[in-house]
């Protein structure tokens, strides 16, 4: 959709479709075919997301050569019908298309902004699965954020960084981009030898033939496509363990490792960490991509391999570790939710430094940049639980999102705190939840009504001071 007027007709478009295509009264059975929407209608991003469909698995195996910058891929999409469709759409800002088929019948299809718009025939019926597979090539997108920053396909001098928070993966690849359809992903990138392409999840196999390497990596747990990677470059690798096996693998491009050191070497001791206070590591195996983009300036929590656009600090390592449970795992319903993405990995970060012998996390509340701003500061003026897209990754929804973690451990107390993030990360592993639901959640594990407090901390603006 290319705006949310757009989206408005789609849906009005989809309500009376059924009496349209002329559904034989006294025959209830019978296919009701209609358009899938062409947004999930998340506001601050009206074009993610699509209706009518649930995506399973992506698969994408293309080459890559930084030299010409120049993509050949091949993307596999495996979704299940939710509705009769004579019409769907996916996210896609990448390369020409060649060929678009669905269940091997090639089609015609239209590109408009963001939506690629696809008619199947024969059509699908609601609980049908199909797949869809579509070849392109060409020179990827960069995309630029409401907040002015560049994320999907960056060009390094020696690769791509790629990354995708909130809207960046379907310049490469494309998807159902909205965190309310996960799926498991795999890619198998061939890169020139010598340079590594890394991706989420486990490495499969790695191969070197003409001059070309082939690499293959296996997400295994559902996960949003904003935390897809496949960044290359040239990498330091190393693979080791954790005290309790999980497999780590951390590439480092040569320039940053002596500056990454101290953060990396801690990756384990971080896991164990927040695994003793969040509940089990959600994924099959951790590390990070550490990286030289000196154009992006922040670092994502790509699933499985968080990504640094320059050295990885200690902090910042914790942050992105910490966002694998919270973030990852369970992710937000909606954007304006980003707080229960941010506030909690900045929450995490302040236990970690904590606890590794720096500053408490009580002194790190009251400090300037958080509880100790002036009541007049301009920082109170943004209400936490619908930041705006602008302000999505400003310090509102990291610093006032930590602050209101904080408050609420004071008001029901250590235990039942902690007891709430952990039932928080287990009860929506691999899916996505919202603001409310954590609001439920609170209430009934402390058994206290918290409606007052909530009020003051995510839906006022001003500096909270009762709760
Ligand atoms: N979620 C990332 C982090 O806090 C930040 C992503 C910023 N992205 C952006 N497009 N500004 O770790
Ligand atoms: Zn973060």
Do not use: C
Not at 223 to 249: C, K, Q, R
Not at 312 to 337: F, I
Not at 352 to 361: K, M
Request: hydrophobic content about 40%; cysteine-free.
């Amino acid at each position: 959709a290319a705006t949310m007027a757009t989206v408005a007709l789609v849906a009005a478009g989809s309500a009376v479709a059924p009496e349209a295509a002329g559904a034989a009264p006294g025959n209830p059975g019978a296919p009701r075919y209609s358009a899938g929407a062409a947004s999930v209608g998340d506001p601050y991003f009206p074009d993610e997301g699509n209706g009518g469909y649930d995506v399973q698995h992506y698969d994408l195996n293309f080459s890559y050569d930084p030299a010409t910058r120049f993509m050949d891929a091949t993307a596999t999409i495996t979704a299940i019908a939710t509705q009769d469709l004579d019409q769907f759409n996916l996210d896609f800002r990448g390369p020409e298309i060649s060929s678009l088929t669905v269940n091997g019948h090639a089609h015609a299809f239209t590109r408009d902004g963001q939506e690629l718009i696809v008619t199947p025939r024969p059509k699908l019926k609601a609980g049908q699965t199909f797949t869809v597979v579509v070849k392109y090539a060409g020179v990827p997108a960069v995309i630029t954020d409401p907040d002015g920053s560049i994320e999907g396909w960056v060009p390094t001098d020696d690769g791509a960084f790629v990354a995708g928070e909130p809207q960046g993966t379907p310049a490469w690849l494309p998807t159902n981009d909205h965190p309310t359809d996960k799926a498991t992903f795999r890619f198998t990138a061939k890169v020139p030898e010598g340079l590594t392409a890394v991706g989420n999840g486990q490495l499969l196999s790695q191969e070197t033939s003409d001059g070309w390497t082939t690499f293959v990596w296996d997400s295994t747990e559902p996960m949003a496509s904003y935390l897809a990677t496949i960044t290359i470059g040239n990498f330091v690798v190393t693979e080791s363990t954790t005290a309790s096996g999980i497999p780590v693998y951390v590439a480092v491009d040569p320039r940053q490792v002596a500056g990454s050191a101290s953060a990396v070497s801690q990756i384990p001791k971080m896991i164990d960490f927040f695994s003793s206070k969040f509940g089990p590591y959600p994924f099959a195996s951790t590390g990070a991509i550490i990286d030289r983009a000196p154009n992006v300036g922040y670092a994502l929590e790509t699933q499985t391999k968080p990504i640094f656009s320059s050295a990885a600090s200690v902090s910042t390592m914790a942050h992105e570790l910490a966002h694998q449970w919270y973030g990852d795992s369970v992710s937000p319903e909606r954007w304006s939710d980003i707080w229960l993405n941010e506030g909690f990995a900045t929450y995490a970060q302040w236990m970690y430094t904590e606890y590794n012998g720096g500053t408490s996390v009580n002194s790190t509340f009251n400090s300037s940049s958080n509880y100790g701003r002036a009541a007049s500061s301009s920082f109170w003026q943004t209400v936490l639980a619908d930041p705006g897209p602008v302000d999505m990754f400003s310090n509102i929804p990291y610093n006032r999102g930590a602050m209101t973690l904080h408050a609420l451990r004071g008001k029901v107390g250590d235990e039942t705190f902690f007891r709430i993030l952990r039932e928080w990360a287990a009860s929506h592993r691999y899916s996505h939840a919202s603001t409310a639901d954590f609001i439920a959640l609170a209430e009934k594990e402390s058994g206290q009504n918290l409606g007052n407090f909530f009020d003051v901390w995510l839906y006022q603006k001003g500096k909270p001071t009762t709760w």
